[in-house]
């Protein structure tokens, strides 16, 4: 997730206010995960949040900032504030937006401005920035790519970032996504061609599924369609808002009969659809995993269909979207995926190490940081850097980049409070918390027994039980349960009458005789929960 503050003199702003969403040995129950506003609660002020794209790891957090700073404007681009707002008004929030475009520049506070910078990226409107702050200039690239052929038609803006080299920067943040990797990120426009040709004569259904903000992809999807007849069914529910809004907008092109409801699918010949959908990466709540399991309520797959997953697989989603693969095929459709298949399904919104150097190139900078990507990224960033000539500095979480005017940047480390909140539900404000995560994760190992014991209140002597409820526990048959309640109460004989008045020496009496009733060295001991009554 992206959250970056930028400080000069008496202005604080917020670049970016991203959430993420946690792997499967990060779930617990846990849905999304936001970045901690602590420092920003203790610093008691924000002036302005300006986003740089619509992307759920750029904005997704704004809902949760805006509750503790609800008077804050917000800054972005057309499209980028059209998914905001829908966002914020699930949240039954408002908040002061901003209309940002390329090359118009505006001031937040007195000592902060900046102008946005047109870039490429995997969604309409996706911008840069240049702050000009007491320190000097410093540009955020954002998310970008440079892409000479964009299906939108909007080339990054190589003119103006040159002219603010000229300028001269003090600091340039860049994307280091794809740091690692060689050469440059093939067009938009070539994967729209290839998914052309793919379509061409298959004769049953055709399901790509992608990343729902992607509008580009959405649209070559769209000249897909047209060329071969079809019509075109959205499902899911993100894949039916971006498009909706996309359409509202006027950012895609298309007949005006190309779309069909879900509910009328059924009544057109395979050969006639094409249908767009979430749940490329697996998502088991996803319309892609409801296709493949038979349970969508309106459209069914069959031998001869065809489903492109037309995106790359996000480290930790493996397994799970080989088990969707595994249930398409089952159904008797073909399945493309960027692992399998030799033709461009997919690419990235991120530049390759070509397009960074030329960015860095065209900048200038005093000072070099590489932002957005993992720490081998972020290292492989700044090594590209220091070939091209700049001071490379790898900021970490919490670490603060400090400028000044005619002077070399420096690097404090873990400066600020940073960490992460972990919420049960999107709309969650309390934290789960770090203890309450450990809890979930020995519960999943290990399960919980509960041991009610009832003692009398004068003499500490054993009035009922122990009475032992179990739940995930392995082994635990009626021999297990005899023994354990005979530990347990061995356990208590250990106590003298006064120390069996003291609820907390009995409850740690009863865990530790309950335990040992598991080995130690051979078993998983379960989590146990002594409740004791006084009667």
């Not at 008797?332 to 298949?341: K, Y």
């Not at 005619?406 to 873990?414: C, D, F, K, P």
């Amino acid at each position: 997730m992206n959250c970056m503050v930028v400080e000069s003199g008496k202005s604080r702003i917020l670049v970016d206010c991203g959430l993420m969403f946690p792997n499967a040995e990060q779930a617990l129950g846990v849905e999304v995960i936001t970045p901690d506003f602590s420092y920003l609660q203790k610093a008691g002020r924000l002036d302005a949040v300006l986003l740089t794209h619509g992307h759920e790891d750029h904005v997704g957090a704004l809902p949760y900032l805006l509750r503790e700073f609800p008077q804050t404007p917000v800054y972005g681009t057309r499209f980028t504030l059209a998914v905001v707002k829908e966002k914020l008004a699930e949240h039954g929030i408002g908040a002061s937006f901003n209309e940002v475009v390329p090359h118009r520049r505006a001031e937040v506070g007195e000592h902060l401005e900046f102008e946005p910078l047109q870039v490429p990226h995997s969604i309409p409107d996706a911008v840069g920035y240049a702050l000009s702050t007491d320190a000097g200039l410093v540009v955020h690239t954002g998310d970008f790519k440079i892409d000479w052929s964009p299906v939108d038609g909007k080339l990054l803006d190589v003119r103006r970032f040159a002219e603010l080299g000229e300028q001269g920067v003090a600091c340039l943040l860049s994307d280091s996504t794809n740091a690692e990797r060689e050469g440059t990120t093939p067009s938009e426009r070539e994967v729209g061609e290839s998914l052309v040709r793919i379509c061409a004569g298959v004769r049953g259904r055709i399901v790509m599924a992608m990343f729902a903000s992607n509008v580009h992809r959405v649209q070559s999807a769209l000249r897909a369609a047209v060329a071969q007849n079809r019509k075109v069914v959205t499902l899911g529910r993100s894949m039916e808002t971006n498009v909706r809004l996309a359409l509202d907008l006027g950012y895609l092109q298309f007949p005006p009969d190309l779309f069909v409801d879900p509910e009328a699918a059924a009544h057109f010949p395979p050969r006639d659809l094409l249908i767009l959908c979430t749940g490329a990466q697996g998502e088991p709540r996803s319309a892609l995993a409801r296709l493949a399991l038979g349970e969508h309520p309106t459209v069914q797959l069959e031998p001869g269909d065809l489903v492109i997953l037309s995106s790359s697989v996000i480290p930790g989603n493996e397994r799970a979207l080989a088990n969707l693969i595994d249930h398409l095929v089952r159904r008797g459709c073909q399945v493309l995926s960027a692992t399998s298949s030799a033709q461009l399904l997919h690419t990235s919104g991120h530049a390759c190490q070509g397009e960074q150097r030329m960015m860095i190139d065209l900048i200038r900078p005093r000072t070099f940081v590489p932002i957005h990507g993992e720490y081998r990224m972020l290292a492989a960033h700044a090594r590209l850097a220091e070939q091209a000539g700049a001071r490379p500095l790898v900021a970490e979480d919490g670490d603060a980049v400090e400028l000044r005017a005619n002077e070399a940047a420096s690097l404090r480390t873990q400066a600020v409070s940073v960490g992460r909140r972990y919420l049960d539900a999107r709309g969650a404000l309390a934290d789960v918390g770090e203890v309450a995560l450990r809890d979930r994760q020995l519960l999943a190992e290990t399960g919980m027994l509960v041991c009610l014991c009832v003692l009398d209140h004068k003499s500490g002597e054993v009035v009922r039980g122990p009475e032992l409820l179990g739940k995930g526990v392995a082994g635990l048959d009626e021999s297990r349960l005899s023994r354990a309640r005979q530990l347990s109460l061995e356990a208590l004989a250990e106590l003298s009458p006064a120390q069996r008045t003291d609820h907390g020496l009995v409850e740690e009496a009863l865990r530790r005789g309950v335990r040992s009733a598991w080995s130690k060295s051979l078993e998983k001991r379960p989590m146990v929960m002594p409740v004791v009554i006084e009667m």
